[in-house]
């Protein structure tokens, strides 16, 4: 389990530095959080057991395929597609009313929204120039960096249940140890962006921003728990051998891009 897990991680870390790496490349980052977006939703949808809303299914995987090329023109377009997607969504209720459930529905607009609108704000991430391409490895490295703490000391030192009702596994020791790992994985993409590009990143902001980047994934990651336990199922998917589906993997990620994107568009990472 643990050797799969590994050969995993490498490979998607491999993908992404790719991704990242040529994300200056016109329409290339819109096209690969587009499809993982798609994947997600329809992972979490397929979660819920909600067969009978095949339509509302396939209009959220479309909402999600759209939200990252909406994202390259603005904040204010990925609003107004997601408004255009709601009422889509209302009005598929409204006719069908006697098809589908309105819990049903309030589940499909609520996943795809959070997972659609939440992930394509890393494309308004990488927009933020000159700094863009330093958010974007900010963004994966807090996020993936409290995923391997929280696994590495949860399963060495992990003693006091965090949420035991949300995730038995998941405990204290864990989720300090993904904070600590988070500003320390941020601490060294800071200082490896420092001796490359000559640019003074803040250690007094960028840090401290690490630490609730660290929370929020952390939130995240239970809120997915949340779903699995509510749905009574393990994993999202098995695409990727030794974490299951890409809600799964990137459920940190997906909560973690909004919070990078709206603080550092507070504050300056310099």
């Not at 959070?114 to 933020?128: D, H, Q, W």
């Not at 199922?233 to 709206?262: E, M």
Request: with cysteine.
């Amino acid at each position: 389990m643990f050797l799969k897990r590994f050969l995993s991680s490498v490979i998607i870390i491999a993908v992404f530095l790719a991704l990242i790496l040529f994300s200056y490349v016109p329409w290339v980052l819109n096209i690969g959080i587009a499809l993982l977006s798609a994947a997600a939703v329809y992972e979490a949808l397929m979660s819920t057991k909600f067969f009978e809303g095949r339509s509302l299914m396939v209009t959220g995987v479309v909402y999600a395929v759209v939200m990252p090329f909406a994202a390259h023109f603005s904040l204010e377009i990925m609003l107004l597609a997601t408004f255009v997607f709601a009422m889509v969504i209302f009005v598929i209720q409204i006719v069908f009313f006697k098809t589908f459930n309105f819990k049903h529905t309030c589940v499909v607009l609520t996943v795809s929204v959070v997972i659609s609108f939440f992930f394509s704000t890393a494309v308004l991430l990488r927009a933020k120039e000159p700094y863009g391409l330093y958010l974007l490895f900010y963004l994966f490295t807090s996020a993936w960096m409290t995923d391997v703490g929280a696994y590495t000391v949860g399963s060495l030192l992990g003693r006091h249940k965090l949420c035991p009702l949300v995730s038995p596994k998941k405990t204290v020791e864990g989720a300090v140890g993904g904070v600590l790992f988070a500003v320390l994985g941020i601490f060294l993409c800071t200082l490896f962006f420092r001796l490359i590009t000559g640019v003074q990143y803040n250690y007094f902001i960028v840090l401290p921003v690490a630490l609730g980047a660290a929370v929020t994934a952390e939130i995240g990651d239970l809120i997915a728990s949340i779903i699995k336990r509510t749905f009574e199922i393990k994993d999202f998917g098995n695409v990727i051998p030794g974490h299951g589906g890409i809600f799964d993997r990137f459920d940190s990620i997906i909560f973690v891009a909004p919070y990078v994107y709206f603080i550092f568009n507070w504050l300056s990472p310099v």
